[in-house]
């Protein structure tokens, strides 16, 4: 079996969505658990802007660090998962718990920058429930 071909076969098969942007936010790449969880198809995702899923009240603020990055290299979210909401093609929104890869050349220069998401809504929703419950309890207990 060939190295490529295996790697390959994991990034478009993932059931978590992988996606590529370059240095402008461009995306290049979207697998199939990207079309899964966010409903766009890869020939629909391909050539557009992140803005295709991100909602737009953060847009500001995700644009801001995304320039910061891809011109110093360097971002605080190394380690460890970041959580965000998205929107799918249908204007639903998604619950997104996802890893950032930062893309540099040979040379070290910045190319862009992969993600790996998670849909965690059901879980997003089952501890917003709960989290209503015990308050509605504590306020019942005051």
């Known amino acids: 079996m060939e190295l490529t071909a295996l790697l390959q076969q994991t ?12 240095q402008q936010g461009i995306i290049r790449y979207w697998n199939a ?5 966010l409903g766009y198809t890869a020939d629909e995702a391909i050539g557009q802007s992140l803005d ?12 801001e660090g995304y320039y910061r990055v891809m011109a110093s290299g360097e971002t605080k979210y190394k380690t460890g998962l970041l959580s ?22 040979k040379n070290g220069a910045m190319q862009g920058c992969a993600s ?7 879980r997003w929703l089952k501890e917003k429930e709960l989290k209503q419950r015990l308050a509605a309890c504590e306020s019942r207990n005051s």
Request: zero cysteines.
């Open 52 to 63: 295709l899923f991100i909602p737009e009240k953060l847009r500001g603020r995700h644009w």
């Open 116 to 122: 790996i998401m998670r849909d965690v809504t059901e």
């Open 33 to 37: 658990g990207a079309e899964r969880i």
């Open 11 to 22: 990034l478009d098969l993932s059931q978590d969505a992988i996606l590529v942007a370059d």
């Open 84 to 105: 965000s909401p998205g929107i799918r093609k249908d204007g639903t929104q998604a619950s997104l718990e996802f890893s950032m890869v930062l893309l540099k050349d």
